[in-house]
């Protein structure tokens, strides 16, 4: 009998992925005891899938499981993840946010086995995945669809055709998306359908508030004009031609949104969407639970197409 440790656990949920059986383990706790520490999602609800998806592995493994919701109100979860490492103890598996696992590479145990296992499965990961996740070389922590990097942009079709001129489904179809339609789709052109969407009474809802969604996406914006604020090695590079660069393109996006971007949470932002706001920069894990509330004058929003797999659509 093995007592179940981290590595020893990484190594059964990989074995787990691959369909290779576990050996057969006596007693009702015969592994032994882990402790998880995950997101108290704000969607009511949202907590019990992944709850049951853990039990099911813990009966099927024998393993005494105890499962803690952590709530970011507060920053109680970013909280617990420095406590945590600061004394070395606490949660055997613990879920970070966005950025935070590369702020705690040191303190994690490499699982390359596993990440590995799955992208042999699965294919590879978004990019920006693999830069939180791969630090040093080693895997660090197992991307999830939950609270991930890949910002999908979502908006209403209807509206999108009505006061922009742009069919979106021609970008976003099943088949090869039209590339007449995606090369045309830049930072430029955004600002320019942010402009037409405003003055038809429906802008866009973009966050320019201190909310984590609304930072997130900034990021993506000084990414792709290639801005980084911070190097590798932590030396700061904020001035630079690209930064200011992307400061001009944020006044300008600025000045064709509602005033009510900048005092944002990441529910309101969520909820742009099912008001009068066109589109936004969410991800589609962002959106559960929202359908039920839509009235029926509205129409499909658009599909959130992942960057690489899997390769159907999510649709709203």
Known sequence: MTTLTRRTLLKTAAMATTAISAPFVHGAYAA?????????????????????????????????????FITTQGDKLNLTIAAEAQAKSGHDVLQMGDWYAAAQADNLEPVDELVNSLIAEHGKLVQGSEYIGRQKGRWIAVPTG????????????????????????????????????????????????????????????????????????????????????????????????ATRQVLEWLLKLSKTLPDSVYAYDNVEQQGADFRTECPNF????????RPARQYQSRRAMLDLPFAQRPEGQVRQ
């Open 32 to 68: 032994g005891r882990l402790s998880c520490g995950f997101w108290d999602h704000w969607v009511p609800g949202a907590n019990e899938p992944l709850a049951k998806l853990c039990r099911e592995w813990a009966d099927q493994e024998k393993v005494d499981l105890k499962i803690d």
């Open 282 to 289: 969410q991800r589609a894990e962002r959106l559960c639970g």
């Open 146 to 241: 939950i609270q991930t990097t890949a910002m999908t942009p979502c908006a209403r079709i209807d509206y999108f055709k009505q006061h922009v001129g742009l069919d979106v489904t021609r970008m976003y179809p099943v088949g090869p998306p039209d590339k007449e339609l995606t090369d045309q789709w830049t930072w430029d052109y955004l600002l320019t359908a942010s402009e037409k969407c405003m003055k038809a009474g429906k802008p866009f809802g973009i966050g320019l508030s201190t909310c984590t969604d609304a930072i997130n996406m900034a990021g993506s914006v000084f990414t792709s004009f290639g801005a980084d604020l911070v190097d590798a090695e932590g030396t700061i590079t904020l001035k630079t031609d």
